[in-house]
């Protein structure tokens, strides 16, 4: 088998097999995002592909894990391979600002999907990138994003990127972001009660409202939808009433 400069072959099943030297060194780490940056950047500009999917192997064995997460978790363990992070978050997010197509690393995951999740688990710094890939991604076609979602509030004590996640997941057009809000109610109403004089559930409303706005005028009826518990809807109605008075 003869290997790139970059250590990745394409196979047979239309898959890019890349292999890295053990994660546990900076420069391991460097030249293995490297390689993914290559890659999604060579298959988008030579290939136009849609689907740009990646297999990782350390020291020639293949890395487990569901959808290369244990890759990522390497990669994210240490703080010294963060500016490496940073990196390939800005590689990715010049991607979403400035290219309309829709990339994914197979026909359930999109591009940056599991690297965003493990990131954010692993450090909270990283919790906007996953907040920014939200408003990116075909969120009408999510697959795993709530369970991610969940994962990723849950870890933390409530702080200002929770706040901001939530807020942009109950916006996004996912398939589940009325459902994502009732199961996240628990810790909303902990942390935000009472929620008519809550800065964070103001903002929520505020935000929803503007996407009411910009897709029908019924408020009432977008409301009921959106806020799917009692107590979370009569708090926006509330607000709501707040604003027009």
């Known amino acids: 088998m003869t290997l790139n400069k970059f250590n990745f072959e394409f196979n047979n099943n239309g898959k890019y097999q890349i292999y890295c030297n ?3 060194t900076k420069n391991a ?31 020639k064995e293949l890395m487990g ?7 990522w978790d390497k990669i994210a363990s240490s703080e010294e391979h963060h500016d490496k992070i940073d990196e390939y978050i800005a590689f990715i997010t010049d991607i979403f600002e400035n290219d309309d197509n829709e990339y994914w690393e197979d026909d359930e995951i999109q591009l940056a999907e599991i690297a965003a999740y493990r990131f954010a688990m692993n ?85 929803i409202d503007e996407v009411c706005l910009e897709t029908t005028k019924d408020w009432e009826k977008y409301a009921e939808y959106t806020f799917p518990t009692k107590r979370l809807l009569e708090a926006a109605l509330h607000i709501k009433e707040q604003l027009i008075s």
């Open 22 to 24: 053990k994660l546990d």
């Open 29 to 59: 780490v460097s030249k293995a995002i490297d390689t993914v940056i290559y890659i999604i950047k060579d298959s988008i500009e030579k290939n136009g592909d849609a689907v740009i999917n990646m297999t990782f192997y350390e020291e």
């Open 65 to 71: 894990g569901t959808y290369n997460e244990l890759f």
């Open 123 to 207: 450090h909270k710094r990283f919790i906007p990138f996953y907040t920014r890939c939200l408003s990116a991604w075909d969120m009408s076609h999510e697959v795993y994003q709530g369970e991610h979602i969940h994962d990723i509030v849950m870890k933390y004590d409530w702080n200002e990127e929770i706040e901001d996640l939530i807020i942009a997941r109950a916006t996004c057009g996912g398939q589940h972001d009325a459902e994502q809000l009732e199961e996240l109610e628990e810790k909303i109403l902990e942390n935000n009660e009472p929620l008519e004089n809550s800065t964070f559930y103001k903002k929520l409303v505020l935000r």
